[in-house]
């Protein structure tokens, strides 16, 4: 583009726009919603610098409040007959995804929740569906090689064709020998990722970390990516489950280290329990240790801190909840809010 204005211009006249362009591309304007000419935007950003763009988009007719609180729900297996309170029947799971959808929840990968990468119509929410242990329950393939149906995977990727706007995409946490040890387990994470799922990091060996030494942690860690990357060597591995929810006891551990020729870099940490993760622009937001909340259904009886109660009380008191205002480019929420945007966004803040 800079080079075909130039040709078009005088020798003078382009050595001007390209110092201009130059400006603005260290100020990063935003995309211009008018498919009006980059070169003139910045000729006008670079002739009234004081003067902000006016906002892509009104937060205020959709109550936008991008500082609200985002459910992050972890489920474990999916299947006919659970045994345990961390497993769920397939109708209890469709009819969570059915509650999601109509409350204006729409999915959202762990890393983009981190990177504050959410890029959401007005007025819907993201929430984070999170599947740890790499079980069979989660991703099977039938005689015919297709997924096979009532596994987790299948319930959402059909859930998902049948209702528009409701992306099929969660983070998956990989255990070894994943998915009951098939020898498809490779192929099976392959097709994840091509999905666009996210295949993040539980650790080789499922151990609790805050039992082991920093050396222990670090090989665990580094064998959690290794596992993924061996199956899938396009993978970025960048966030972590802790398994059984447990940290490592050191204060401060780092979450990037390399361990037997294996790097690791995590950009986020997921929990176990019990509450809404905050919002990634704000204030209360640590990546390194985010909340998430069982599935579960709740009877309206006493709290019991799961994904059911939970939505229960989002929906009650939706100031509490993030709601999007549709441009990806700026944080809107009331003005009132505004001491709780975290330094590094604060450029993208628009009150209102
Ligand atoms: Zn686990």
Redo the contacts with the bound molecule.
């Keep these: 583009m800079i080079g075909a204005l130039v040709t078009r211009l005088s020798v003078t006249a382009g050595l001007l726009i390209v110092a201009l362009i130059a400006v603005a591309c260290f100020r990063q304007p935003p995309v211009d919603p008018a498919g009006l000419d980059p070169g003139a935007v910045a000729v006008e950003a670079a002739a009234e610098p004081t003067e902000p763009p006016p906002p892509l988009v009104d937060p205020a007719p959709v109550d936008a409040n991008e500082l609200g609180e985002v459910p992050v729900i972890m489920y474990h297996r999916i299947l006919p007959d659970p045994p345990g309170g961390y497993d769920r029947f397939p109708r209890q799971f469709r009819a969570e995804l059915r509650q999601l959808y109509e409350q204006g929840y729409r999915p959202v990968r762990a890393v983009d929740l981190v990177r504050g990468d959410l890029d959401l119509p007005a007025g819907t929410s993201p929430v984070v569906l999170t599947f740890?242990?790499s079980t069979r329950e989660q991703l099977a393939y039938d005689e015919a090689g297709d997924i096979a149906p009532d596994t987790a995977i299948a319930i959402l990727l059909d859930f998902a064709a049948t209702h528009e706007g409701f992306d099929p995409v969660a983070s998956v946490?990989v255990?070894e020998a994943p998915f009951g040890g098939v020898a498809d387990g490779p192929r099976m994470l392959a097709d994840l990722h091509a999905r666009g799922f996210e295949l993040g990091n539980?650790t080789a060996g499922?151990r609790n970390l805050g039992q082991l030494s920093a050396a222990q942690v670090c090989r665990g860690l580094a064998g959690g990516v290794e596992l993924i990357t061996d199956a899938v060597p396009g993978a970025q591995v960048r966030t972590l489950?802790l398994?059984?929810g447990v940290p490592p006891q050191r204060a401060g551990w780092p979450p990037r280290g390399r361990a037997g020729g294996v790097a690791y870099e995590h950009e986020g940490v997921f929990l176990v329990g019990a509450e809404p993760a905050p919002s990634p622009f704000s204030v209360e937001f640590d990546p390194l240790a985010i909340p998430r909340m069982r599935s579960a259904s709740w009877d309206g009886g006493e709290p019991d801190y799961a994904s059911g109660f939970w939505l229960d009380v989002l929906a009650r008191h939706p100031g509490r909840r993030y709601l999007s205002d549709g441009d990806p480019s700026r944080v809107s929420f009331p003005a009132a809010l505004g001491g709780r945007v975290a330094k590094r966004f604060r450029t993208a803040a628009n009150p209102y």
Excluded: G, T
């Design positions: 740890d242990d946490y255990n539980h499922h489950s398994p059984l």
